[in-house]
């Protein structure tokens, strides 16, 4: 088993920052991929950025030049550096854990709302 917790949600102005956390713990020697979702009321969950075990990313074009995923491997921690943020961004933002071989998110946190006011 892996646990996420996420932290860092908060309200925030258009154009500006906030930074989002996600500490893991358990069966980490086998997670391929952590990954950042949100979901907006009324609409699906979305993937929005992605960091691979060997450090390659992905981001979704909304949030491409804005958001930033990285990494403290020392802390088992990942982050998602938001920037310009925008109403659009309003969510709560839920970080997931691939297993090797598996194609699907098989952990998920509780979620973080993240609010951002125009």
């Known amino acids: 088993q892996v646990q996420l917790v996420e932290s860092g949600g908060g309200l925030v102005q258009a154009g500006g920052s906030l930074r989002l956390s996600c500490a893991t713990s358990?069966?980490?020697?086998?997670?391929?991929?952590v990954g950042w979702h949100r979901q907006a009321p009324g609409k699906e969950r979305e993937l929005v950025s992605f960091?691979?075990?060997?450090?390659?990313?992905f981001y979704a074009d909304s949030v491409k030049g804005r958001f930033t995923i990285s990494r403290d491997t020392a802390k088992d921690t990942v982050y998602l550096q938001m920037n310009s943020l925008e109403p659009e961004d309003t969510a709560v933002y839920f970080c997931?854990?691939?297993?090797?071989?598996?194609?699907?998110?098989?952990?998920w946190g509780q979620g973080t709302q993240v609010t951002v006011s125009s």
């Open positions: 358990g069966r980490l020697f086998n997670v391929y991929v």
């Open positions: 997931a854990a691939m297993d090797y071989g598996t194609g699907q998110y098989n952990y």
């Open positions: 960091i691979r075990k060997g450090g390659s990313t």
